[in-house]
């Protein structure tokens, strides 16, 4: 049987304070589903769920919430953004995706892209990548050693208190994905002519260094789980069970959110439009 929401969401997310243990952690399990239509269905209700609370969030207005998708190539960001947030008002979302940093990004510190895609409030924003490719990616590359990550880990850690401050709930979601299942999908996307576009050579340079990419996650996983923004990590290898744990994560924040339709204006009980 399928764990309830609570229980769910609990076992995904890392501790403050505790290691993120990725190599004790199953890409591949099922989260208690017996198949895959079992899965699917019950993505098909947290949708329903997460389609009514995203128009009490619109409507309010005061608040949002932002999922931040990592996960190294193939593990499925843009899939859990089209399967998950299929259905909702597009008016009260914003998606970004952050690539390599331009010209104008790297004359501002680093986290001022970041900053200036903040989604407004009342919208559901994803960060397709995030300023987490400033401590892992730039870290893998050299761009930074390692006193300059931990300053940045304190940065982030500050950052996204203000955040939450402000009322900005972010959702931090690690797509677990294992080698194996990242070899099939970089090979499903050399050989199929419709997906040759998704591909790189940089991608095989990137595999070529998966044991680093993997250490560096740990860490900057580890430093920055807080209690205001804790990291979850998403078992990512069956890609109906990435969808149901990034649903329940959303639907749960949004829960405790708890928005609220504002009150009607006043004068409005028993007027009729003529």
């Excluded at 990548?129 to 982030?156: K, L, N, W």
């Excluded at 996204?160 to 194996?180: I, P, T």
């Excluded at 595999?207 to 998403?234: F, G, H, L, M, N």
Aim: proline share 5%; glycine share 6%; with cysteine.
């Amino acid at each position: 049987m399928p764990e309830d929401r609570e229980r769910l969401v609990a076992r995904l997310r890392v501790d403050p304070g505790a290691a993120a243990d990725l190599s004790h952690r199953d890409p591949g399990e099922r989260l208690g589903f017996r198949d895959k239509d079992a899965g699917r269905a019950q993505t098909a209700k947290l949708r329903t769920q997460l389609q009514e609370l995203h128009n009490r969030l619109w409507a309010e207005s005061r608040r949002c919430v932002v999922l931040v998708l990592q996960g190294l190539d193939a593990s499925g960001k843009d899939g859990a953004i089209r399967k998950v947030l299929t259905g909702l008002n597009p008016q009260g979302c914003s998606v970004v995706n952050f690539k390599a940093p331009t010209e104008p990004d790297r004359a501002h510190d680093y986290l001022w892209r970041v900053h200036a895609a903040e989604p407004a409030h009342g919208i559901l924003g994803v960060w397709n990548r995030s300023h987490y490719e400033d401590v892992v990616t730039a870290r893998v590359m050299g761009i930074v050693d390692d006193e300059r990550c931990t300053q940045r880990f304190r940065h982030i850690r500050d950052f996204e208190r203000l955040l939450h401050d402000e009322g900005f709930s972010l959702v931090k979601a690690f797509l677990h994905l294992s080698k194996d299942e990242q070899r099939a999908r970089l090979q499903a996307r050399i050989d199929d002519p419709e997906k040759n576009w998704k591909f790189r050579r940089g991608d095989l340079d990137t595999r070529a260094r998966w044991d680093e990419y993997q250490r560096r996650y740990e860490t900057a996983i580890t430093e920055t789980s807080t209690e205001w923004s804790p990291w979850y990590v998403v078992p990512a290898d069956r890609k109906w069970v990435r969808d149901v744990a990034v649903a329940s994560l959303l639907v749960h924040a949004l829960e405790q959110l708890d928005p609220q339709i504002p009150p009607p204006e006043e004068g409005l009980e028993g007027l009729v439009v003529v």
